[in-house]
């Protein structure tokens, strides 16, 4: 019963349920950027370039024999993830800058204690006298 409560209260803390969340939007996130790259980003440089489609973009190592399928290396495919890998690091780094920027302005200084009055300062004064006597 003790690993289970153990259990209980590890998946119970706020931090493991913001971060499932985090996983959750963040993997949302990812699909919608792949898709933004796939359909909407490379179709326009693909006609740029001439009409150029980058997911064909392969080079055959061993091709095709009855039903083994032929052996490629798809680096129009790799170009396309790194293109959203590219969109994802900007987009993570504008949102950490965001924070970092709200951060800071929540992080004003408190004012400063006011200064002492003249009493106050004559007393401490008066004091450290008698100490030292």
Partial sequence: MS????FKEFAMRGNVVDM???IIIGSAF???VSSLVTDVIMPPIGL???????KSFAITLKQASGDVPAVAIHYG???NVIVDFVIVAFVLFAIIKLMNTLKKKK??????????????VLLTEIRDLLKNR
């Fill in 3 to 6: 690993i289970i409560r153990e």
């Fill in 20 to 22: 499932a969340v985090g």
């Fill in 30 to 32: 990812g699909k919608i």
């Fill in 77 to 79: 495919a790799f170009i």
């Fill in 107 to 120: 992080e004003v200084a408190p004012p400063a204690p006011p200064a002492p009055s003249a009493q106050e």
């Fill in 48 to 54: 740029a370039l001439g009409g150029i489609d980058f």
